[in-house]
């Protein structure tokens, strides 16, 4: 079992969420407030958890779905921000993946069937078989619009 792939989805989950909770502002993306503290290794170095997050941070910006300025060591993405396709992958409908979204009045729809919603019900659960669907959604290079609400 890769492990670490789960990692990856967790961590694009969670830096991403986190960059859409304070969306458009730019803020610091700090890899310790998405995985918690990790101790360095005998040298000094970050743990290969830690690494592996930087990593994934970097990845989605060299992918397009944030942008920064620049690192802060290795502790964080300075000045990061959504691009237009994060914003926009994560506002976008999932109605799916609710029970009974006819029922709903839209202002609640909008909000509830929102690819980032359901994310972040995916971690607060700690359901990572379905954290793992949902944060592959973000990657789909055509999102289906065709029900989306937003």
Same mark, same amino acid.
């Given at each position: 079992?890769?492990?670490?792939?789960?990692?990856?989805?967790?961590?694009?989950?969670?830096?991403?969420?986190?960059?859409?909770?304070?969306?458009?502002?730019?803020?610091?993306?700090?890899?310790?407030?998405?995985?918690?503290?990790?101790?360095?290794?005998?040298?000094?170095?970050?743990?290969?958890?830690?690494?592996?997050?930087? *990593? !994934? &941070?970097?990845?989605?910006?060299? =992918?397009?779905?944030?942008?920064?300025?620049?690192? %802060?060591?290795?502790?964080?993405? #300075?000045?990061?921000?959504?691009?237009?396709?994060?914003?926009?992958?994560?506002?976008?409908?999932?109605?799916?993946?609710?029970?009974?979204?006819?029922?709903?009045?839209?202002?609640?729809?909008?909000?509830?069937?929102?690819?980032?919603?359901?994310?972040? *019900? !995916? &971690?607060?659960?700690?359901?990572? =078989?379905?954290?793992?669907?949902?944060?592959?959604? %973000?990657?789909?290079?055509?999102? #289906?619009?065709?029900?989306?609400?937003?």
């Amino acid at each position: 079992m890769d492990l670490q792939i789960d990692d990856f989805y967790k961590d694009c989950a969670s830096g991403l969420l986190q960059l859409y909770q304070v969306f458009p502002r730019r803020v610091a993306l700090y890899v310790e407030d998405l995985i918690g503290p990790s101790e360095p290794d005998e040298f000094g170095l970050p743990s290969k958890r830690h690494e592996s997050c930087l *990593g !994934a &941070l970097l990845w989605l910006a060299d =992918e397009g779905y944030l942008r920064f300025d620049s690192t %802060i060591h290795f502790e964080a993405l #300075d000045q990061a921000v959504l691009t237009e396709k994060g914003f926009l992958r994560l506002s976008r409908a999932v109605p799916a993946e609710l029970a009974y979204p006819e029922s709903l009045p839209p202002s609640i729809l909008r909000v509830q069937a929102s690819l980032a919603q359901q994310l972040r *019900g !995916a &971690l607060r659960s700690a359901d990572s =078989e379905r954290l793992v669907c949902l944060t592959r959604l %973000i990657f789909e290079s055509r999102a #289906d619009a065709s029900g989306d609400i937003v």
